[in-house]
């Protein structure tokens, strides 16, 4: 299967997610998850017309970007982000999700005044409490919230999650529903209900994520192909 009939199928199964919950598959952004797939690749991706292509590498994203491969579609950071890199990704990128850190959140703000711009941002929960996983505890969100609103040069615009590794089919899907009512509340009590983007769900489990009211999936593999960490 190539890269455009990946796309069609997945948006396909977006559309009987989003269907079977009620809503409407316009209002669901399929973001490709680029990681480890060249600037062909991404190419192909666009041109097959998805919403927008995500990164996990500064550098990686540096290299692709040089040679042009994201024109045509937004590109999204959507990786663990060191602060010292900060400067490398803020301008160049319409959207942040994975912010997970206080400091982050002041870094990107001060990178952001420096340029003159305001940069949209998510911030990122650690649903599932894990060590090995960046993120807001659950408990910490909301505040987090409402330091992101103090910051003239940030635009939160919703939150993002990666939960555990499903051990069952549907295993997540609790998961996804603590995280659309942490989404919920923070959009009703500090933003007029209207915070814009909830990222959440991957290849194994974006439906689930639909069901549950993502308004953006996050998908590589099964876009891209699996990925071979043996370069
Ligand atoms: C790689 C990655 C994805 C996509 O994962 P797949 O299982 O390949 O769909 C989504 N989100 C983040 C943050 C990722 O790093």
Redesign the pocket.
């Given at each position: 299967m190539s890269i455009a009939e990946n796309i069609q199928a997945i948006r396909q199964r977006m559309a009987a997610a989003a269907a079977a919950a009620g809503r409407d598959p316009k209002e669901i952004w399929l973001?490709g998850?680029s990681?480890m797939n060249d600037a062909d690749a991404c190419r192909e991706a666009i041109a097959a017309g998805i919403d927008a292509l995500?990164e996990?590498r500064v550098q990686e994203m540096l290299g692709k970007y040089a040679e042009g491969a994201y024109e045509g579609a937004p590109l999204h950071f959507?990786?663990?982000l060191q602060r010292n890199k900060v400067r490398q990704v803020v301008g160049k990128v319409s959207l942040i999700?994975?912010v997970s850190s206080l400091p982050l959140l002041e870094e990107i703000d001060h990178q952001a005044e420096k340029l003159g711009l305001v940069q949209e941002i998510l911030l990122e929960v650690n649903i599932g409490g894990e060590e090995s996983k960046s993120g807001f505890a659950p408990e910490e969100i909301f505040s987090a919230a409402e330091r992101a609103k103090e910051l003239p040069h940030v635009a939160m615009e919703g939150l993002?999650t990666?939960p555990p590794v499903e051990q069952v089919p549907h295993g997540n899907l609790p998961y996804f529903q603590e995280v659309y009512r942490l989404f919920v509340d923070i959009s009703r009590k500090l933003y007029d209900n209207k915070l814009k983007y909830l990222?959440m769900g991957?290849?194994?489990d974006?439906e689930d994520a639909i069901a549950a009211g993502a308004t953006m999936v996050?998908?590589?593999?099964?876009?891209?192909g699996?990925?071979n960490y043996n370069g």
């Open positions: 973001v998850a990681k995500g996990n959507i990786g663990h999700h994975s993002m990666i990222s991957m290849s194994d974006f996050r998908v590589g593999s099964a876009i891209f699996a990925r």
